[in-house]
């Protein structure tokens, strides 16, 4: 059973940046990937970006395209989202999830999920 926690959310001013972590624990993780998901107020939930544990393939959704990063640390079966030059539009929750396998942009596809971390951006 995978257990992943979230963190590094918080209050941002418009044009900031937040680095968000996933901590992962439960097994090894060679064969799965990784994405981030946000779910604003009223809205369903979005695919951000997905990462392959190995080799690193990645995926990012358009709307987070060169302002989102997603990266991973192998020692540490951790995921990161590195997200710059924010917008009030990014305020929402945000998770990360993992399934075995390829990458998908579904939620339904993933069936492991951390608690979430809120991210707010405004002056």
């Known amino acids: 059973q995978f257990q992943l926690v979230e963190s590094g959310g918080g209050l941002v001013q418009p044009g900031g940046s937040l ?3 996933c901590a992962a624990s439960g ?3 060679s064969d799965y990937s990784m994405a981030w998901f946000r779910q604003a107020p009223r809205k369903n939930r979005e695919f951000l970006a997905a990462i392959i ?3 690193g393939r990645t ?6 395209k060169g302002r989102f990063t997603i ?3 192998n020692a ?14 990014d305020t929402a929750v945000y998770y990360c999830a993992t399934r075995r396998g ?7 596809e993933y069936a492991n999920w951390g608690q979430g971390t809120q991210v707010t951006v405004s002056s």
């Open 71 to 73: 990266s991973r640390d």
């Open 27 to 29: 097994r090894t993780f």
């Open 102 to 108: 390829g990458v998908f942009r579904t939620p339904n």
């Open 53 to 55: 544990w190995s080799p």
């Open 59 to 64: 995926d990012y959704a358009d709307s987070v």
């Open 19 to 21: 680095r968000l972590s």
């Open 76 to 89: 540490n079966y951790t995921v990161y989202l590195q997200m710059n030059s924010l917008k009030p539009d």
